[in-house]
């Protein structure tokens, strides 16, 4: 893993080494190895290497830059950034990991160009391009965002992986490019207006995320996942190539157990390719035991970490799971207990490091998690993205059994009895929005989100209700879009995959992992693997009744020990439910921070009433604190956001962007 940046800009860039330096500060957290940079100076000839800082100063004015921050993980004699094929005609920032590189090698060492020069998987790619162009990405098994820039074709190219797992964002104007991996260093670089697109911020009200290519930001972007962006070096894009293999058919037969449990172990293992050790997050759950068993069978003793809160507010956590779990598959295991009485506290920074609003309470443990994992090693495999290929959530069910309610209702399910739902709590707003939702588009939105997009608008100031549909179907429209011909179902766990996954789950598992320079794989998404997933039909991963992780359970019966496959498996066993990364937000927002909440959001010194309607916002609040109305993620989602507005629109210090009232909460 890396940090990548880049600024491409016609009208030349007078005092380059100001911008380089602003950039590799800003991801040196991404890659604490090393930096290196590329100068392309300013008639666009031929492109200077500085493999640190200190020949920058003595440059010129430029005419692009490409600027890589380093975490050693392959080929670390031979693998600094940024690389070029030999003659240098096509030069590559790349953060990420390429699993079939050395497949992809051997292919490449057919005789026809010259021996590589090197054992990285940075290489790989640049040979993949110049044989087979930007189509060639699709041959890349792995989580990548890179920049190339083709000399030749004078031309830069962004690409990001087909399920998004690293992030990229840009910005164009006035004839100017810039990238990074991370949008701190286009905001502290003055590249981009800190401006909120209403759109956007309508957008993250009903989805509590923004998904791409949109950022809050009205002039940040980022790269779609499966997509590479084609620019000019007068920074224009000419060409937006979905590269990405199209949705997966149903198969003729549907994949068995068997072939499922080996194409899984294959991923895990495949992904444990590195010249660095590699470790695993273990919470003691299905997902996460399945990959420390896959690792365990290569490796014997890898090392696992586990993470929960100390205290026993929340009674049993997943700390004796975990380690129960690790006794078993004989890892060698760690665990860390967080202090749950200090973890409001610290969630502006949290908030501040993942860069976009998230109502994603966990951020912190994944923080703090990744904090302690590294002491030990760079590396690791986590448990995340199993579930939404598979179906295994609550949204997903009701996906699968309300449609067939709607239709056994005919016009109730638009009718009075329905419009009294939208008193209850989230759960039922979000039941009524499916039902009354029309099929495809509109009912796959309605799952995401106990709004309407016409609420949804009218909350976000300069939006408006009328804009509301438009904006928010066409957030995921893409993708619906992509999957056509598939069922329902099938649709709904495509989109899902490819926007609450990368634009969210995956988002904060990037950033808080790299905060502390720790690389984390997911070995559910590989490709390979998805594919086989996504080949089956909807109604078989999201069945009418039975276990939500049917699926799961029958490959984990084939892969864990025996003995850690009953426990998990057992519904009287606490095992049977994975806790996850838990916090206990209901507990604080009606318990200890309940009267400090209210002003916090709508008081004097709240940012939120400039952007979201006063009104609507007011009494959202009360009605929760109140106890009714929607569950505590849209209010978690109004807290993050002022935060994030606190921290990025006004510019706050971190000990202004929460509360000051809640610097004593848990004393």
């Known amino acids: 893993m890396c940090g990548i940046g880049g600024i491409w800009d016609s009208r030349g860039i007078a005092k380059p080494a100001p911008l380089l330096c602003i950039f590799g500060d800003a991801l040196a957290h991404r890659g604490p190895d090393g930096e290196g940079f590329l100068a392309v100076p300013a008639d666009r000839g031929t492109p200077q290497l500085c493999r640190s800082r200190n020949g920058i100063e003595a440059l010129g004015p430029l005419h692009g830059v490409l600027v890589h921050r380093r975490l050693s993980i392959i080929d670390l004699a031979t693998g600094d950034q940024p690389m070029s094929l030999g003659d240098g005609r096509i030069w590559i920032v790349f953060n990420g990991e390429i699993y079939n590189y050395p497949d992809l090698k051997r292919e490449l060492s057919d005789g026809r160009e010259p021996p590589f020069a090197t054992t990285s998987d940075t290489e790989v790619i640049l040979r993949v391009y110049h044989r087979w162009g930007i189509e060639g990405f699709r041959r890349l098994n792995g989580i990548f965002a890179f920049a190339l820039y083709d000399f030749t074709r004078r031309r830069v190219i962004l690409a990001r992986d087909p399920v ?31 401006t909120v697109s209403p759109e956007r911020l309508a957008q993250f009200l009903f989805y509590r995320f923004v998904p791409a290519p949109g950022t809050l930001w009205r002039n940040i972007h980022k790269v779609m996942p499966g997509h590479a962006l084609c620019f000019n070096t007068d920074g224009e894009l000419t060409a937006d190539v979905d590269f990405a293999a199209p949705a997966s058919q149903p198969a003729p037969m549907e994949p068995r157990a068997d072939d499922l449990a080996k194409a899984l172990v294959d991923a ?5 390719l590195s010249d660095v050790p590699v470790g695993a997050f273990l919470s003691g759950g299905l997902d996460s035991s399945l990959v420390a068993t896959a690792m365990s069978a290569r490796t014997p003793g890898t090392s696992t970490f586990a993470i929960g809160f100390s205290g026993e507010h929340n009674g049993e956590t997943e700390l004796g799971a975990a380690a129960a779990a690790a006794a078993i598959l004989g890892t060698q295991h760690h665990g860390i207990e967080s202090p749950w009485q200090t973890y409001f506290n610290r969630l502006p920074w949290a908030v501040a490091q993942v860069e976009e609003p998230l ?11 990744s904090e302690f994992a590294r002491r030990d090693v760079k590396v690791v495999l986590t448990g995340q993205g199993a579930d939404e290929p598979l179906g295994g959530y609550p949204r997903h069910h009701a996906m699968r059994v309300l449609p067939l309610a709607a239709a056994a209702l005919g016009g109730l399910a638009r009718g009075r009895v329905l419009d009294y739902l939208m008193k209850g709590r989230e759960l039922v707003s979000r039941i009524r ?54 069922d329902e179902i099938s649709r709904v766990l495509y989109v899902d995959v490819r926007t609450s996954l990368p634009d ?19 070995p559910f998404l590989d490709l390979d693997y998805l594919a086989l997933v996504e080949s089956i039909p909807g109604r078989s991963r999201v069945r009418l009744w039975g276990n939500r992780k049917r699926v799961q359970h029958a490959i984990g019966r084939r892969v864990l020990p025996a003995a850690l496959s009953r426990r998990i498996a057992t519904s009287s066993s606490p095992w049977r439910r994975k806790h996850g990364f838990d916090v206990p937000v209901a507990e604080w927002f009606r318990g200890t921070l309940q009267d400090r909440l209210s002003e916090f959001l709508t008081g004097a010194k709240s940012l939120l009433p400039d952007y979201v309607d006063r009104d609507r916002l007011r009494v959202a609040v009360q009605t929760y604190l109140a106890g009714s109305g929607s569950g505590y993620r849209q209010p978690l989602a109004f807290l993050v956001l002022e935060m994030w507005l606190r921290s990025n629109v006004a510019e706050m210090e971190l000990d202004a962007v929460g509360p000051a009232a809640f610097a004593t909460f848990g004393s």
């Open 433 to 486: 929005r499916v039902l009354a939702a029309r099929p495809g588009l509109e009912r796959a939105a309605a799952a995401f989100s106990p709004l309407s997009p016409q609420d949804a608008g009218a909350l976000a100031r300069g939006c408006g209700e009328s804009a509301g549909p438009d904006v928010i179907y066409g957030g995921i429209a893409p993708w619906w879009n992509r999957a056509a011909g598939l």
């Open 268 to 272: 895990i293992q495949r992904q444990m």
């Open 504 to 522: 969210d789950l995956l988002l904060v598992a990037d950033k808080m992992s790299m905060a502390h320079g720790l690389e984390a794989r997911v």
């Open 359 to 369: 109502a994603h309470p966990g951020m912190l443990l994944q923080a703090d998690l």
């Open 164 to 194: 998004g797992v690293k992030p990229l964002y840009w910005t164009n104007s006035k004839r100017r490019l810039a990238f990074a991996s991370e949008i701190r260093p286009l905001l502290q670089a003055g590249l981009a207006d800190r």
